[in-house]
């Protein structure tokens, strides 16, 4: 025992006197952590909380057009900014004037062309119920497009979005105009305003609740996903200080000696494995906290930790000896300390990229399945949301812990492996 | 030179070794005794194997054939490395912790108890003028100052061999001075030295009995100023040229 605890006595003073191995395992995650949830905050922000500034180049003056503009306001989603048609030629200039995502232009006469086409249709439709004989234009009118322009800046999925919501306010005013139409061919006289709104006013309504284990669970938020997914990536960068550390003993003089000593070098690696996982433990303490009560200071949502503490602290832990089995494996076969730093963080950003950290796992191509399944962090990923997300209990999140377990023995196997080939260990 | 079983400290038995399978064989049937309480050197030119042999006498690598025991002892036996100690060329140490910080850890993992650490680490630092510094990190040493606690860790458990592979290589002469007097010290209290040096005047003062080896074969083995007077040669240096000639090595 004595040999032990002067081992992890000297592990832990290397430790703590490698500032810059420390700065990477501690700094550089807090760094992310905040960062990544600040941009994922704001980006839902602006789609979900912020009005999306659009121009409004508007060429057709009728009651139907003014009804439009008014439903785009009111609709919630668009700041509208409305433009003197004539300075249409401008519109980068003054989209960049204006901070403008977006500009919408009317053509001349668009709505009543709609409302022509309305009629067109509610004859057709009176004919086919048998009750008008209908005459005259029964040609369908081909509508002219509207020209949205966006941003370069803007990504295919916000453009989808707000493409989505200028269709839903059309498909509104389209609406208003097929009853109105119907409702004068039926009683030859004008639609009253009050019927109408009782006609329009919607009837669907959507209750958002997020499947989990107990009724009262939060909605999930940029912290709940990205402060987990960078805890893990955190856990995985200490192969920088591990490997390195194991690759600068390894080429030591101190490791010859370490040979020729009465007392097995795996005793060494394991107070290595405990110091390091005590620095996970650490490095998953300081980034929760962090989310818990420094996120809210910053305007940024609040992480609302699993009510079962002690599934979390079962994950961290295997979590960590994945990690350290990993870093392990690099330390053991890495020829140089730049081999075990580049290699390993470059391996570790793969990992990460594959296992779902940067993209959900979810949306990954079919044909990554079976590469993300190897990762340790889809199944760490997978793990710590069945706990932050859905609050699962301990035996639901066995069956993500199983394929962890498995890939920390076969890491450490091979360790051991490469530390008798390298004649390392007897 | 025949020594009795209980009168040998290091006995190797028709010992081979070749680096790789396609290399020729580098050390070649080589049979060596080595007394309880010698002091005893180790010469060759650069390439000749005497770091291979030392390499082999502590275990670090293993022979192609034959066997090596220390006091009758199988070399790879865990009670064998209580033994001895060895003192190697490049720097031994965790140079991010302190003098006595090394000696803990190294000390523990001899096999020695708190009290015995604290002892020998005082003893130690005391001897090789590092008490004084026993607190600052290796890494801001001088040379010399490396060179003492590289000796310092080699020795702490009391070893019956120590084994010495340029132990003063690139120190200052206090630093030498301090390291041979000590060393000569430990022989006189029942250790026994074996020494391997580029350092021929250095090695004059501290061995008593010498083997030159040269392409892996034993080319000289006995007293040295037997060797030296049976040659007719004024010091180490001359019988080491006379023997292995004046052609460069590399």
Known sequence: ?426 | MELSVENTAVQLTNVSFQYETNNPTFLNNISLSIAKNDRFGIFGPNGAGKTTLMSMMTGILKPKSGSISLFGNSLFDNDAKRLFGYVPQDFAFYPELTPKENLQFYGAWYGLNKQQIKERSEELLTILGLYDVRNKQLKKFSGGMKRRINLAIGIMHRPQIIFLDEPTVGVDIQSRHAIVTYLKELNANGSTLIYTSHHLKEAEDLCQNVVLIDEGVIIAHDNMQDLIDKHEENGLEGLFLKLTGNAYRD
């Open chain 1, 1 to 426: 025992m004595f040999k032990f605890t002067a081992a992890l006595l000297k592990e832990f003073r290397l430790l703590v006197r490698d500032r810059v191995g420390l700065a990477l395992m501690f700094l550089m995650p807090i760094l992310l952590v905040i960062i990544m949830t600040a941009i994922q905050n704001s980006t839902f922000e602006l789609i979900n909380d912020n009005k999306i500034p659009i121009l409004l180049f508007n060429n057709d003056n009728s009651a139907t057009s003014k009804d439009f503009v008014r439903t785009l306001e009111k609709a919630g989603m668009f700041k509208v900014i409305q433009i003197n048609f004539k300075e249409k030629q401008n519109i980068r200039a003054l989209m960049h004037k204006h901070d403008a995502l977006v500009a919408l232009t009317i053509p001349k006469a668009y709505f009543s062309q709609m409302e022509k086409q309305a009629q067109i249709n509610a004859a057709k439709a009176l004919e086919s119920f048998g009750m008008a004989n209908a005459s005259g234009v029964k040609t369908n009118i081909s509508l002219d497009s509207l020209d949205i322009s966006f941003q370069p800046v803007l990504q295919e999925s916000y453009r989808y979005s707000i493409r989505g919501g200028l269709q839903s306010i059309m498909q509104i005013i389209a609406n208003k105009i097929m009853i109105k139409s119907l409702y004068s061919s039926i009683n030859q006289k004008e639609m009253p305003d009050d019927f109408l709104k009782d006609m329009m006013k919607s009837q669907v309504t959507f209750k958002q609740t997020t499947l989990s284990n107990n009724d009262n669970a939060t909605i999930p938020n940029a912290s709940q996903h990205n402060v987990p997914a960078w805890t893990l990536f955190a856990m995985f960068f200490t192969v920088v200080s591990l490997g390195g550390n194991m690759v600068k003993e390894k080429l030591s003089g101190s490791f010859v000696r370490l040979k020729l000593l009465p007392t097995s070098y795996m005793l060494g690696l394991l107070a290595k494995q405990l110091v390091y996982l005590g620095v996970i433990i650490a490095q998953v303490i300081v980034i929760f906290s962090i989310g818990k009560w420094v996120f809210p200071c910053m305007h940024l949502p609040e992480l609302n930790m699993p009510t079962n503490l002690f599934s979390l602290l079962f994950v961290v832990l295997v979590c960590g000896w994945n990690a350290i089995s990993f870093a392990l494996c690099i330390g053991v076969f890495a020829q140089s300390q730049e081999q075990a730093s580049g290699f390993g963080s470059v391996s570790v950003v793969i990992l990460a990229a594959f296992g779902g950290v940067f993209v959900p796992a979810f949306a990954m191509p079919e044909a990554f399945t079976l590469i993300m399944k190897a990762s340790p962090f889809y199944w760490g990923l997978e793990s710590f949301y069945g706990l932050f997300l859905e609050n699962r209990m301990f035996i639901d999140i066995l069956g993500t812990m199983l394929p962890l377990i498995i890939i920390a023995i076969l890491l450490q196997i091979t360790a051991f492996i490469g530390l008798k080939a390298q004649k390392l260990v007897h």
